[in-house]
């Protein structure tokens, strides 16, 4: 595998999420999703507890070892080489096996089908669109903007009102986290901080900057 | 009157599981804040489904899969099916409406299990149009199911429990080892099909709550999920883990249950279709239920 | 804001924020103090709701809504006590502190505990921290302003920062922080029924002033009024400040005693919310009564909604800020150039094209266009062409005539220039480099001319005037009560000609006061004063003898026109604390302000509210609405993040009356209204208080209006309005309402 430090990561610093939904709603505006399709939510946890409220933006945090391509039944799923990770749409059945292996919540089900049936999933690709031809309608129409092939940062990150959203290589996003938590003087979160490199393995969640 | 009582509840029921319920995102029940403090527990479901999805589940269906054609072409072939006369007198066993039950739940499962060996081994068929279609006639098919399950419950439990002839029978497994016509201790129904009974109804059930939790994917379960003491998106793969798991078993029954009527024993389908069995292959094969009916005199 | 946002990240130790909830107010803004805190400095919120901003805070403190004075002169006494104020500054800057500091005296953090509700050793825990911690900013928004004691609070916090010192300087001063995208230009140019642009106020002075900049004469400008004479002769209404948005629905229904010529006939919305304002049905009966409603925006006001007439309201299709283009002025006072996206889509038009159709059509079109095509000449307006030129001329016509506040140097060549050089400007201190070298981002204001680099930070005096320094305004008078009102002479600032402080610069004192002559040429074309001198001579004179045209005053702690000269602590008029209405009683009665009587202790002593209404009322914004929320709620997405208008509301406050997490419940008024609204168990309240948004509207009392909306044109969520049930209460000098300390009766629904 090529060098894991190389990878595309979001990373959320919950010391800096204000619940303000910018990345929700930008998200949504730019790939113009149906309501109720949230590829990136805000969740605040402990509302309104003194000293335990955190608020926290999360979407597909693009896994190097990504659970859902372990249990697609079809095998739509693809990782580029940049790490981030997409599907395919025409493949994909709507199934929810994804979700299930996916400790974010991330995967997305459209109830377009009959009775209310899942349609084919639908996931934050990073603003990398999918498997069609880069920057054809079809694929903005499915998949969304693909504003990584325009050297864009996904908009999500560009719109975050206090830069808690923060996305690039995982090497360049844990440096800049250090940057902030040694500033603040907390050098024990530093330790915390943790980039989701191998899903499932306890030992390496606590993460790549240990 | 009863009957139909039954079958209006059984619709109401099936009925509800049509309804989909739309949610704000606000904070859903999935995908809010439940979902954030799932994280840390995701070890115990979530790792474990993966690593079944990805290791397991795919042999065991393709056990399933391919078990009971061999195991019953060897039987058929060394074996052979069993033959009873068709000209001899016939005994009613089934009523119309448990014929109808018993066949609209036949028929959702042969939607039922070929569609579900189809998702389960979607890659191989390219995943697409064709997959999909064979998921949404997987849910279509089960309401279909679920209207026969109290039916069949109600008629035939008092009928379904295990008694000594059970054990005789198992221990000759029915007899299906040997070419004799010996009569075979079992009552209406033999140890088999009891078995069958078992698993397919209260296992049903089973399938159908954990289908019905995967399709509806994010209506309120809260009152659920508080009750097992777990978070929804676990309640989720704990149904996936179930519905894969007690699908591998009701699918393999499913193809022996077919084996049986259609090719082991000659024309048994038929009771299903007029509602009378054999003479001879009640004797024979329910010997037990064939005496009581003589001793009532329906013979 | 004194300060900017850039200076706040790159100076600030420390950080106060009352009644500001940036977080959700102004998330942009609220970043900075999250850099800033990221750099080490420490987050003090102040607020009765455990907001967003305060879950971010280090030092959260929680108040009763409308006791900001009461705390604030805790921590004033504890800083007189201490010795920790700045005794330098005080001497040398500020007037009549020690009448602060006899207030002051009487509130022991006792009393300030028990009438605020913070704690004795939060009060002391502040107190120490904000006094010793420099430099300190104090942050504000509406929930110091939008009180019956709105007036105090925005006078009592400025106050905390002259006695620290932290007036004036690089990380400290007061930041007001604006929700809005110019709400700053909107005030400056005066959207207001009390003053002409530029805080010029409605005195014949004024008047005169700007008949000439716009070109016509005073005998036309009165014209435009009713003739009425005033004891003095002159014309009663043109010098008489308006209805305000607050209470202009009393000028229709005239329940409470007017003062105006006649009742008000017709209303004209333009970019405000009306459904934002308090005594909805009062609002709604109003409307009804009107002969006509005119709504001009780009969404449906639902002004237009709350009521239930069927004819005469017409609703015209307003362009959005996309499809306009001119300036507008940020939180820190700087300008912006905004460019146009698109034209107008459909028939929509931009906000001063239908001000012209308007004016055509009345027949002053002419006159109304006449100031975009003058300039001045040798100190005289004079009109030099027969065209104008959107919105260039507009600006300019503002860059001549707005002087008070320092627009002179905003022409639209310098602001279209830093549009177009954004990044040769640092984020940090406002400063240009490159080709923009020598000024600061935007030319906040004061920018006294073209060559004036502009004022990142007000007041402050290590800074040469010509480079953005300045000292307090000499505005009220040489003396009072006989203590001169100019700063001593140890504040000079660099490059400053003469010693020390100084009055404002008029054409009488100017020689004196630098020492200079006059040559006849330059009094003739001189104006009166440095405010309304179109010729620029006095500014011309202060920039080379480097001095600030406004004077270099002391800032007074006391404001002796107002009812209160010393601010003093006024229980709210429904206050929840019968025994300390006794104590801390509200201000008689007000026959006349904005032209109507409003009632402040009759209202407040008319019974013990706080026995049928137990529970506080205040209220909030939600991130994704602004004001009435009649924009937001035509996004699908934006509302999809709150589908419903709710309450806030303590678990243990909701079982005492039997509401169920996510039940309906309504919420009384002691004005007899009510709104029916669900319950959202949340401890960001305490179980004496509700708070609710003010982004709903669309359903009043329980009645759902959705049948009033034209077709297709209901946003995806409607709500009650948490307007209607306000209580009644303003301020004494703004007319703002009381939207922020009231009282309720919650019950089951």
Redesign the interface.
Known sequence: MENINSRLKFYCDADRCIECFACVVACQNAHELPVGIARRKVVTLNDGVEGKETSISIACMHCSDAPCSQVCPVDCFYIREDGIVLHDKEKCIGCGYCLYACPFGAPQFPKDGVFGAKGAMDKCTMCAGGPLETNSEIERHTYGQNRISEGKVPVCAAMCSTNALMIGTSEKVSELYRTRVLARGESKEANNSYLWNVAYNKQSRKGLTQ | MKKYRVLLSSLLLSMTSLYAISTGTYDDPLYGTAMLNAIPKYFAFGEVFTYLQREWFWKGFLIALFLVPVAGSIHYMIIGPKVFSHDGKKIFAFGLFMRIMHNLAALSFLVLVPTGFVMAFGDFFGGGTFVRVCKNLHGIATPVFAITVLPMIIAWIRDMIFNMDDVKWMMIVGGYLSKEKKPIPAGKFNAGQKAWFWIAMPGGILMILTGALMFFLNINLSPVATLFGVSQIDLLRISAIIHNVLGMVVATFFMVHVYMAAIAIKGAIHSMITGYKEEEEVAILHSSWYRKLKEEGKV | MTNHFGDIVANSKLIMMVGANS??AN??G??HF??A????AKLIVVDPI?T?????ADI?VRIRPGTDIAFAYGLLHVIFKNGWEDKDFIDHRTYAMDQIRAEAAKWTPEEASNVSGASVAQILEVAELYAKTKPAAIAWSLGITQHSVGSSNTRILPILALVTGNAGKAGGGCQIIRGHDNVQGATDMANLADSLPGYYGLGKAAWEYYAKTWGVSLEYLQSRFHPELDAKGEHKWMHAKGFSLAKWWQGVLQEEKTHSSAPIRVLWVQGTGITSMSQQVKIKEAIDKLDMLVVAEPFVNEAAIITDRKDGIYILPAATQFECEGTLSATNRSAQWRTQVVEPLYESKADHEVMFAFAKKFGFYDEYVKGMKMRVEKGEVVQYKDDFVWPDDAVREIARTVKSIGLSGWTPERLRKHQANWHLFDPLTLKGHGEMEGEYYGLPWPCWDEKHPGSPVLYDVSKPVNEGGMGFRNRFGMEHNGVSQIADETVTLPGQKIKGGYPQLTKANIEKVLGITLSEEEKAQMGPSWAMDFSGIIQKYAREYGVCVYGNARARTIVWEFPDPVPVHREPIHSPRWDLVQKYPALPDQDNNFRVATRFISEQTKQDWSKEFPTIMTSMRL??LSGAGMLERT????S????EMFA?IHPDLASKYGIEDKGMMWIHAPHGTKIKVRAHY????TADRICMPYNFAGVMQGVDLSANYPEGTRPYTIGESSCTVVNYGFDPITQISEFNAGLCRVEKA
Request: proline letters at 6%; a positive charge.
């Open positions: 977080a959700v998330p942009i609220f970043k999250l850099q805190k990221d750099r080490g455990f967003r901003s305060a879950a971010k959260y991130v994704n996004s699908k997405y934006l999809s993040i709150t589908p806030n949340n401890r960001s309240v």
